[in-house]
Every structure is written in C-alpha cells, then in structure tokens.
C-alpha cells in the first residue's frame, strides 16, 4: 500500500539555524510530491510541490525540497528558520486521484 | 477572496445526533474533498468528488455521507455521530483533483462527540 513517513513528530531548532524536515514514500512509479504547512488554527496551505525534471524545487516563504529517487525521500529544507515558521509541516503523494499525507512534522522555534 | 469556507468552527454534539458541516467553495473548482486529522495520524480522505453528483469514498468513509448538488457546495453529514468521530474536519477544493491542480483547504472544523 501507498504510505508517507515523517520519521520526526517534533523538531526544534533555534531561530537562524538551518532545517531539514525528512519525508519518505512507497510507491513505485514516478510520484506527485507535496510539502504542507499548517499554522495553529489555519487549514494547510502548500509550500511546494514536485512533478518532475529538476529534482530540486523553491518553494514559499524560502523553503526548498529536494527529490531524491534512490532514497525515495523528498526532504523539505530552508536555510535559516524565523519564529514565524513554527507550525505543523505535512508531506503529501498523490496517488492517482488521491492526496496521502505523512503524520506530519511539528517545528517548534526556540528565540 | 478565494476561499473554502467551512461552517461552523466547532462543534460540540452527543453520540447519535444528526449533524451536518458545510463547505462550500467560490473558485468554480470541479474537485472536492473531505479529510479528518487526528494527531499522529495526519489527514486521511473521507470522501472527494469529482464533479457534480460525482462522490467516491476515500480512506475512512465509515459513519460519514457527502452530497454534491451544486459545484460549490460540499456538505459532510454524520448521520448518527459516535465518539470516535471526535476530530478536526477539513474540506479542501481544486480545480480538477489531479496533481497539477493543489489543493486549497478551508480552515478546519472542530468536532466533539460525547
């Protein structure tokens, strides 16, 4: 069966460190790849997405995400993290017709 | 303004009562959905539709219905709510529910089944 795994329920890390949210995925074709970011009483809103060619993709709010194939991972990283970036992070694959999120991440912005 | 609208916000209700949440969507998008997130578990499908009068289910469609009469509007009913349906509820809605089409989501509802 399909799955999406975000090995981290909780990562905190200091405001201007940089960041690395891991995501991994099932499936044998080429997937569909999304990053969700969802603020505390808000729907999820998309940061970036993959479809193909450049394995690398920008996203919003200075995130990128990186597809890596062999590893089947589509790791959301951002250089330099503000307290505005505390929130809940969600990695997505769409199979067919059908969106399947990981469990989700939460970032959590120590001053 | 583009927007999912869900209604209400909350919702606190007893185990068997008739509830039903509102979404509705002013993009003209063809594709609708509905997911639950639970904590450690992420969101997970109810139910989508296509299209007018077009609804399948999704992953966890157990204890749910969904209409689509109109494009715009995609109710969620529980017909009789039990406390495992206690959960925060999204609707979300795109174009054409393919990959090149994102999902935009409503801003959630809370529900409470006692």
């Known amino acids: 069966a399909q799955s999406v795994t975000q090995p981290d329920i909780h990562i905190t890390v200091s405001e201007g460190a940089s960041l690395e949210l891991r995501c991994n995925y099932s499936y044998g074709a080429t997937p569909y790849l999304f990053w969700y970011v969802q603020s505390p009483g808000q729907g999820l809103q998309l940061l970036l997405k993959y479809f193909s060619g450049d394995t690398l993709v920008q996203g919003i709010k200075g995130f990128e995400a990186e597809f890596k194939r062999s590893q089947s991972s589509f790791n959301l990283r951002k250089p330099s993290v503000h307290w505005s970036d505390a929130a809940e992070y969600f990695c997505?694959?769409?199979?067919?017709?059908?969106?399947?999120f990981g469990a989700g991440t939460i970032l959590r912005v120590k001053s | 303004e583009a927007q999912v609208t869900q209604n209400p916000r909350y919702l606190i209700t007893v185990t068997g009562k008739k509830l039903t949440v509102t979404c509705s969507q002013n993009?003209?998008?063809?594709?609708m959905s509905w997911y639950r997130q639970d904590p450690g578990l992420g969101l997970r499908q109810i139910y989508y539709?296509?299209?007018?009068?077009?609804?399948d289910k999704g992953d966890v469609p157990e204890g749910y219905k969904v209409s689509r009469k109109e494009k715009r509007n995609f109710p969620l009913i529980l017909e009789s709510p039990s406390p495992n349906q206690t959960s925060l509820y999204f609707c979300?809605?795109?174009?054409?529910?393919?990959?090149?089409?994102?999902?935009?989501f409503g801003n959630g509802t809370r529900l409470t089944v006692t």
């Open positions: 993009m003209n998008h063809e594709y």
């Open positions: 979300a809605s795109s174009l054409w529910g393919g990959a090149g089409s994102p999902l935009h």
């Open positions: 539709s296509m299209n007018v009068e077009v609804t």
């Open positions: 997505a694959v769409m199979y067919g017709n059908k969106l399947v």
